[in-house]
């Protein structure tokens, strides 16, 4: 969701301005409405069909940016980063979801 909304995994709710709100309101209802349809797939559905038909599993092409710490996003090719926030465990893109806006 967070990737979905461009937004940066530690940012807080305080900082976020009217248009992230709106941002993040509608990738919650995307992702939502996605994944039911989809049997969980909360990837963009052209690019999880492409990589289905290249060979990737399901849990391979199944997010954008979960689970995926060090290899490239989708986007951008940019290293996914997974940083450890308490028990948490959080991935995301730096150049797609920059921790200032």
């Known amino acids: 969701i967070l990737f979905q909304a461009r937004l940066h995994p530690l940012r807080k709710a305080g900082s976020l301005t009217t248009p992230e709100w709106r941002r993040l309101a509608r990738a919650v209802l995307t992702l939502g409405e996605r ?53 948490r465990k959080l991935f995301f893109c730096p150049e797609c979801q920059p921790a200032t806006p």
């Open 35 to 87: 994944a039911y349809r989809t049997g969980g797939i909360t990837n963009d559905e052209r690019r999880a069909r492409r990589l289905k038909k290249e060979g990737l599993r399901w849990g391979a092409y199944r997010h954008h940016v979960f689970t995926r710490g060090g290899r490239p996003c989708w986007t951008c090719k940019a290293p996914v980063r997974r940083e450890a926030w308490g028990q």
